[in-house]
């Protein structure tokens, strides 16, 4: 049975939590920029978006994953580019809701790239 997000539009540019399809996937990080996105009531926040190799979408990662990150390889940003992380789905309080799909990072250092993707 499909998720119900694949039954309609989807227009957002960054990986889902669906779109993992309950597996963790490892990939390695191709790039590290801040960009101006979307916020609440429409005001744009810079965030942290990490583009990894032949991943279709990038993830729009917040401070829990970006602390993630730099507590595996430190907090210059620049240095997590060729380093493997590993994503997986799951639900976290987020909008004044509990239960919100979301994607985290693991806190380990992943030994090699998963045969998994993101879509």
């Known amino acids: ?5 694949t039954m309609q539009d989807n227009d957002n540019r960054y ?3 669906f779109e993992l399809k309950g597996k963790d996937v490892t990939l390695k990080i191709a790039e590290i920029k801040s960009e101006s996105v979307e ?3 429409s005001a744009k926040k810079r965030k942290v978006i990490i ?4 991943a279709k979408k990038p993830l729009l990662s ?3 994953n970006n602390k993630t990150i730099a507590s595996l390889y430190g907090s210059n940003a620049d240095a997590w580019v060729g380093k ?3 994503i ?3 639900t976290c309080d987020a909008f ?8 985290r990072v693991r806190p380990m250092v992943p030994q090699a790239v998963t045969a998994g993707s993101v879509e």
Do not use: Q
């Open 96 to 103: 004044g809701e509990s239960g919100v799909e979301c994607i």
């Open 51 to 54: 583009y990894f190799d032949g």
């Open 88 to 90: 997986y789905p799951t």
């Open 15 to 17: 990986v889902a939590a």
């Open 62 to 64: 917040n401070t829990t």
């Open 84 to 86: 493997l992380v590993t």
């Open 39 to 41: 916020g609440g009531k």
């Open 1 to 5: 049975m499909p998720h119900w997000r």
